[in-house]
C-alpha cells in the first residue's frame, strides 16, 4: 500500500528545502521532498499532534 504524502504549504514550487508527511492513527511520516527514496523520520501521532499545537 502506497502512503498519501503531503507537501509542506511552505515550499516553492522549485522544491527547496521542504518536507513531506503521510501517516495513521498510529505514526506519522515525514521525509525530504527532494530526496523521497532517502531516509524517513517516523514518530508516534501522539508525539507529531504535540508538536504541530505547539508551532501553531
Known amino acids: 500500500m502506497s502512503a498519501n504524502w503531503r507537501k509542506s504549504s511552505f ?3 522549485d522544491g527547496g528545502n521542504c518536507v513531506e508527511v503521510a501517516g495513521d492513527a498510529k505514526s506519522i511520516r515525514v521525509r525530504d ?3 523521497r527514496d532517502g ?3 517516523s514518530v ?10 505547539t508551532i501553531k
Open 11 to 13: 515550499s516553492n514550487p
Open 33 to 35: 521532498t527532494t530526496d
Open 39 to 41: 531516509l524517513t523520520l
Open 44 to 53: 508516534a501521532a501522539s508525539a507529531w499532534s504535540k508538536f504541530t499545537g
